[in-house]
Nanobody, 120 residues
Framework: QVQLVESGGGLVQTGGSLRLSCAAS????????MGWYRQAPGKQRDLVAT???????YYVDSVKGRFAISRDNAKNTVYLQMNSLKPEDTAVYYC??????????????WGQGTQVTVSS
């Protein structure tokens, strides 16, 4: 099993920056893709960005040019640098990890979430 612990959320004004961190523990050698999702009040949980084990990144259009995902394999940590924050970025941000099973298939793990609030 993989355990994920997020940190770094908080309250920031429009145009400000925050960096989220997600530390993984457990069966980390089998982790393939790690990413960040967010869920605003009354809305579904949506993908924000991903970082594959091969080093490829993906961003949803609404955060391109403002957010940057990075991964430190030595620290088993994935980061989300968020710049030029907007009120519509307000949400609970969740870390996600896809882990490959030795016998085939994969499973997902989730962190507990960290609140990001952007004031106008």
């Amino acid at each position: 099993q993989v355990q994920l612990v997020e940190s770094g959320g908080g309250l920031v004004q429009t145009g400000g920056s925050l960096r989220l961190s997600c530390a993984a523990s457990g069966s980390i050698s089998s982790i393939s893709t790690m990413g960040w999702y967010r869920q605003a009040p009354g809305k579904q949980r949506d993908l924000v960005a991903t970082f594959t084990s091969g080093g490829s990144t993906y961003y949803v259009d609404s955060v391109k040019g403002r957010f940057a995902i990075s991964r430190d394999n030595a620290k088993n940590t994935v980061y989300l640098q968020m710049n030029s924050l907007k009120p519509e970025d307000t949400a609970v941000y969740y870390c996600n990890a896809e882990t490959i099973r030795p016998i085939g298939g994969a499973y997902e793990s989730w962190g507990q979430g960290t609140q990001v609030t952007v004031s106008s």
